[in-house]
């Protein structure tokens, strides 16, 4: 008895099926490898474009931060400036403020008052 003899034979049409079972098999696996892969690159893509989206939110928040913090100083001046200039306003007003500003800028005297101008520097000598 050959080797031959003891194998028996598949039939045609089993094997015609098999064969057809995993070409599907075959395909699936390629559709499903394909789609998983579109949805990858889809991902990939829309993450990176948050990424890129929320660094230049946070580059333009930075700016808009020190803009505000430079306006916050600005306001701060210019209020000191105000209270300054509405001081000198109010003393102005003042008759007995604007000549001892006229005496002391201007020279001017009472009657009967010598002025004499002292310099601030010490003498070189």
Do not use: C, W
Request: a neutral charge; aromatic letters at 8%.
């Amino acid at each position: 008895m050959s080797h031959e003899d003891k194998v028996s034979k598949l039939h045609p049409g089993y094997m015609q099926q098999h064969h057809a079972y995993v070409q599907r098999q075959k395909r699936r696996k390629q559709r499903l490898m394909r789609r998983l892969v579109l949805v990858s690159i889809i991902t990939l893509l829309a993450v990176g474009t948050m990424i890129t989206y929320h660094l230049k939110q946070r580059d333009l928040q930075a700016e808009k931060k020190q803009q505000y913090e430079e306006m916050e100083d600005t306001l701060t001046s210019l209020k000191k400036q105000e209270e300054n200039l509405t001081e000198e306003i109010n003393l102005l007003q003042d008759d007995e403020y604007v000549l001892e500003i006229a005496r002391t800028n201007y020279f001017f005297s009472k009657k009967g008052e010598l002025i004499f101008k002292i310099p601030d520097e010490e003498p070189s000598y």
